[in-house]
């Protein structure tokens, strides 16, 4: 719950930043760019984590009747986690990433990450090896697909080659990269927020309505189906990018064939409760079950929605992205979360919850903050979408300065703000009604343990299914293969890049100072707010140039193609303007563009870059197969310090102060003019 | 230079593939799970979160 309401508070502050620009604080470790990876991951592996972690070691002992594998490795997965939490803490404020979204964090943090998995693989596979009920459960599925699943994900995902203790460059790139890390990114959300949930809603809404889910036979179908189909998903992220067309219409045929398993589980929830709704005033905490499925249910229709090509076109890198995420986010997981939590804690200390009434209250001042941040958010995203694809009868854009777009949503970024100041009013109630119960429970409670006779494993079996639902070891290997299938076609595009690029284009790579001032833009969070990805769609040809092509990221590690316009798209951005503006553009943004939401980068002046780092990083770029000389890479310093003095004597003769060939802010001046500066045929 | 881009985008037999194995795989967990006389088998399964034993 503390980290929870870390997330929650980092997410405030966040949201703040984007209402109100000087709340970034000039403070590089609490600049959005930074602040916004750390609200993320907290929201996701710290407060959702643990909420899982939790609810699977409650409801996994009872229904497997039996305790769980080994005490030991349930403490080192615990403590494993907030140590590798901790450790996100330090290092996202510091400016450590990979800038893949949600899977931010740099190498030695990834290989913990695997160990405390495998940790809790075995503790939990150990423990179906030992149990004493022989049927598992369906909710025991969908922890088995999860626990499988997040495991392929992530390794895949973060196979890099170190460059220093804390930075590393990822095996693929360009479209390589972008379709992995969005095959993880969307796989991360159905298996990191969705299965593991939906397992936990199989258990605890039985559970607190007393009553058997409605159809066990959906559960069923729901499971696999899910299971099966949501890993196929991924390229919906990456529609009208330079992504094989192929590939994308994959991703978003798969997407729509979601709505039906993800509602066949949402009704299925729902309908548990039927006949149970009176509960809904002598329980309250089931409200928050109602509410979370609702939200399920309202998040997987417009998640397909979103998929669709059309609807794409419009939605994509608007707010409405950030709406739905927070709708499942907040609405699905946060519920779910809150219900369980209500139901587990009075039980586990066994006493009654301090106040029903506090509960209430909770539910309603969450619900109305929840609803307000995704009405703005979608009214917000909607807005700015049709704003930048209006275009006049003659062929013009209407809105041709980026910044009117932004003007115009400002103040739905305060309503933004309120809705999850409220969500944290909430949520701070039931810290205190939570810490309460506790404090009121018995202080000396004996120990009780439950002999329990093992059941099932007499049973004559009749036919295979039964065998299935009672082999743990199969089932996983089946689970496996159901989201092995879909990765492998999704990610063979990216083993055949060779294919989608045409040699007539191929690209120069960076030059070193350009790498250098990469890596800063990386490090800043710049991608957070800034895509580099144009979009075959008039408007956007009309506003930035040429549309994006595969061979112009060939070389780019990690792809830089961002998720979010905050600000306009940076892919053609290289010589549009001289170099002073760009020094300007980072000192005050409101100098060169009024009004702007961005925040200042005053340490970019102050701070040196590191050139003699260079030369390892291009040998590893060239060990990954990007073309350079050797002598550039043995003198990479050298290249670099010479290309710096050349900007820097573009910017002094401008106007600008003297002695900055050094600085960080040359090397990151190098890279965006660059940009967009390197195919043959542009 | 999109025309161009496009003809190296033939791998349409992949999405068809991978429609055509989903679609069997859906199909027969279907078949799986509505076969008859399971009815017993899943009236007990879905018992089982309530008769877990204790009552925390």
């Known amino acids: 719950m503390i980290w929870a309401g870390a997330a929650f508070l980092f997410g ?3 949201a703040l930043q984007l209402a109100y620009w000087p709340m970034n604080a000039n403070l590089e470790w609490i600049t959005f760019g930074r602040l916004r990876p750390l609200h993320t991951n907290a929201a996701i592996f710290a407060f959702a984590g643990n909420a899982i972690f939790a609810g699977i070691y409650h409801s996994s002992q009872r229904l497997l009747k039996t305790r769980m594998f080994s005490d030991v490795l349930s403490k ?3 403590w494993g986690w907030q140590l590798i939490i901790l450790s996100a803490a330090i290092t996202l404020p510091l400016g450590y990433t990979q800038s893949k979204e949600y899977a931010e964090l740099e190498w030695p943090i990834d290989i913990a990450i695997t160990v405390v998995w495998v940790i809790f693989a075995v503790n939990f596979f150990g423990t179906i090896r030992q149990r004493r009920e022989k049927h598992m459960y369906v909710a025991i599925w969908f922890y088995i697909a999860t626990i499988i699943t997040v495991a392929v994900l992530h390794i895949v995902n973060s196979i890099e080659i170190p460059v220093g203790m804390l930075q590393s460059y990822p095996v693929y790139a360009g479209i390589q990269d972008a379709l992995v890390q ?17 397992g936990l809603m199989y258990y605890y809404i039985p559970k607190a309505a007393n009553r058997p889910v409605y159809s066990y036979r959906l559960s069923i179908v729901h499971f696999w189906s899910l299971v099966f189909i949501y890993i196929w998903a991924g390229p919906h992220h990456l529609l009208y990018t330079s992504l094989p067309e192929w590939a994308q219409t994959l991703g978003m045929i798969f997407s729509v064939m979601l709505w039906a398993p993800s509602w066949g589980g949402m009704i299925n929830g729902l309908l548990t409760l039927k006949g149970s709704w009176h509960l809904l005033r002598t329980e309250p905490l089931i409200k928050f079950f109602v509410a979370a499925l609702t939200f399920y249910g309202m998040s997987t229709f417009e998640g397909p929605l979103l998929s669709i090509k059309s609807v794409s076109a419009l939605g994509h890198y608007t707010d409405w992205i950030v709406g739905h995420v927070h709708a499942g986010a907040l609405g699905w997981n946060g519920f779910l979360s809150f219900g369980m939590i209500y139901y587990l804690v009075p039980r586990l200390w066994k006493t009654e919850l301090y106040s029903k009434k506090l509960l209430e209250n909770h539910f309603w001042i969450s619900l109305t903050g929840v609803l307000l941040y995704y009405i703005s958010m979608v009214v917000a995203g909607i807005t700015q979408g049709l704003m930048w694809r209006a275009v006049t009868p003659e062929g013009q854009l209407v809105y041709p300065d980026f910044i009117e777009t932004v003007v ?16 944290i009013i909430g949520f701070m109630m039931m810290a205190y009604n939570i810490y309460k119960t506790i404090r009121k429970a018995p202080k000396a409670v004996e120990q009780t343990s439950y002999e329990v006779q093992r059941t099932g494993f007499d049973e004559q079996t009749q036919d295979t299914h039964r065998k299935l639902e009672g082999m743990g070891f199969t089932f996983s290997v089946l689970a496996f293969l159901a989201i092995i299938v879909g990765s492998v076609i999704e990610i063979y595009p990216t083993l055949s890049l060779h294919k989608y690029v045409n040699p007539a284009n191929i690209v120069e790579p ?6 250098a001032g990469r ?10 707010c800034h895509s580099q990805q144009i979009r075959p769609i008039a408007s956007e040809v009309l506003r930035y140039g040429n549309a994006s092509t595969v061979e112009e990221s060939m070389y780019d590690r990690p792809f830089q193609w961002g998720s979010k316009r905050t600000g306009p798209d940076l892919a053609r951005l290289g010589k549009k303007y001289p170099n002073l503006w760009h020094y300007s553009h980072m000192i005050d943004p409101r100098a060169v563009t009024p009004k702007s939401i961005m925040p200042s980068y005053p340490w970019l002046v102050e701070k040196n870059t590191d050139f003699l780092v260079l030369r390892k990083k291009l040998s590893v770029m060239n060990k990954l197969g990007v073309p350079y000389d050797s002598e550039v890479v043995a003198n990479a310093d050298i290249h670099a310090q010479k290309q710096a003095q050349e900007i820097a004597a573009d910017l002094e003769s401008n106007g600008a102060p003297k002695g900055l060939a050094k600085k960080e802010i040359v090397a990151l001046i190098a890279y965006l003019q660059s940009l967009g500066q390197k195919g043959k045929a542009q | 230079m999109k025309q161009e881009g496009l003809k190296f985008f033939t791998d349409t037999y992949l999405t068809s593939l991978g429609l055509l194995i989903f679609f069997l795989f859906f199909v027969g967990v279907l078949i799986w799970v509505y076969r008859k006389n399971s009815s017993k088998i899943y009236h007990r399964m879905e018992q089982l979160p309530l008769t877990d034993g204790d009552s925390v």
């Open chain 1, 12 to 14: 405030l502050i966040a």
């Open chain 1, 76 to 78: 080192m997965h615990f």
């Open chain 1, 182 to 198: 969005w095959w993880y990114g969307h796989n991360a959300v159905a298996f990191f927020l969705t299965t593991p949930f939906l």
């Open chain 1, 408 to 423: 115009r949503i400002v103040p739905l970024y305060w309503v933004r703000a309120l809705g999850g100041g409220l969500f």
């Open chain 1, 510 to 515: 960076h030059t070193p100072l350009e790498i």
């Open chain 1, 519 to 528: 890596d800063i833009y990386i490090r800043e969070g710049c991608y957070v």
